[in-house]
């Protein structure tokens, strides 16, 4: 287990430390269920949420094979590539990221800012792209060259699920649901393998007909040595499909933030609080249970453009 390199401890140093806010609300208290919030959102202005516990020790690793660029794959809104920029930028490292799909005649404020940090944009064809996601471990990828360091898309590897673990190691009192939204699992998988039963986690699929991912999600804990059966996906609340965002998903959104100052955002945390508050509703949780949620970041990916 390597010691954080000394680039990457003072990059660390300039972060806040994530609270856990309690989110008082009727339904909750009729229902007898402690709700909090863990505020990895407000982890760094740029770096934050789910995207810095999953960078941190892969660009550990980075930083002492003497890498001098990463190189990642990212939609044009894509969370992740912007904290990788941004990391990259002030660790020194250059980087480079994948874009999925034709470069738009309109950059998004995503891309602008990737490259406003210095990140060299390729972008790829849907049908290469989906190809870039065989390469899930370093080597192996063509277009590498010396002193490169690939990561996959959205940082997930089991690296990722290390810094992710550190999260749960943070509360400080016992709970009983842990709550993430899932895009390739990775968050989820790090919090199942800090979490031992009878705690539950709780992961809710953002993308449609996301079945798949309970074998990855399987595979990386199998890799850590874990079998663990006190995890569930739930795959009913991808709202219509990744990005999509429904009126009544909006208005949730809005009305949560008048009424507990958390902003949301409709790709990832606005559907996860949403499943959760139908999920209270349905009595899915038992009397008695306290619930964490985690604010995973990405309000950078909803911007006015
Ligand atoms: C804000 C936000 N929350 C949650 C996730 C899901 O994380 P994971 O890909 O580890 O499932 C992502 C990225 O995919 C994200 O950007």
Redesign the pocket.
């Known amino acids: 287990m390597r010691v954080l390199h000394p680039r990457l401890a003072r990059f660390e140093r300039g972060f806040s430390v994530s609270t856990l806010q309690r989110i008082e609300e009727p339904l909750f208290a009729r229902l007898k269920l402690e709700l909090w919030i863990k505020r990895d959102d407000l982890l760094h202005p740029v770096v934050s949420?789910?995207?810095w516990r999953?960078l941190k020790y892969s660009l550990n690793d980075a930083l002492h094979q003497d890498a001098r660029c990463i190189v990642s794959m990212g939609g044009a809104y894509?969370?992740?590539l912007h904290a990788l920029a941004f990391a990259c930028r002030e660790l020194g490292l250059c980087s480079q990221g994948f874009v999925r799909g034709e470069m738009p005649a309109r950059l998004s404020p995503t891309l602008l800012d990737l490259r406003g940090f210095g990140m060299a944009l390729h972008f790829t064809p849907r049908d290469a792209y989906r190809e870039l996601r065989l390469f899930n471990t370093a080597g192996g990828l063509p277009m590498l060259s010396a002193g490169d360091y690939w990561l996959p898309?959205?940082?997930?590897c089991l690296q990722?699920l290390r810094g992710?673990g550190e999260i749960v190691r943070e509360i400080a009192f016992g709970y009983d649901f842990f709550c993430?939204?899932?895009?390739?699992?990775?968050?989820?998988?790090?919090l199942i393998g800090e979490t031992p039963p009878p705690q539950k986690v709780l992961?809710v699929a953002?993308l449609k007909n996301a079945g798949y991912?309970r074998g990855q999600v399987a595979d990386w804990l199998r890799e850590l040595g874990l079998k663990r059966d006190n995890w569930e996906l739930l795959l009913d609340y991808h709202g219509g499909g990744f990005g999509k965002a429904r009126t009544e998903l909006l208005d949730f959104m809005h009305e949560f933030q008048r009424r507990h100052g958390v902003r949301l955002?409709p790709?990832?945390?606005g559907k996860?609080l949403f499943a959760v508050f139908d999920l209270a509703r349905r009595g899915y949780f038992p009397a008695g249970s306290r619930i964490v949620v985690?604010h995973?970041?990405?309000?950078q990916?909803w911007r006015e453009e």
């Not at 898309?153 to 997930?156: C, K, N, T």
Request: one cysteine or more; a neutral charge; glycine letters at 26%.
């Open positions: 949420g789910n995207k999953k894509s969370n992740f898309e959205g940082g997930s990722a992710v993430c939204a899932c895009g390739t699992g990775a968050t989820l998988a790090g992961g953002v991912l955002e790709v990832y945390t996860l985690l995973s970041g990405g309000l990916g």
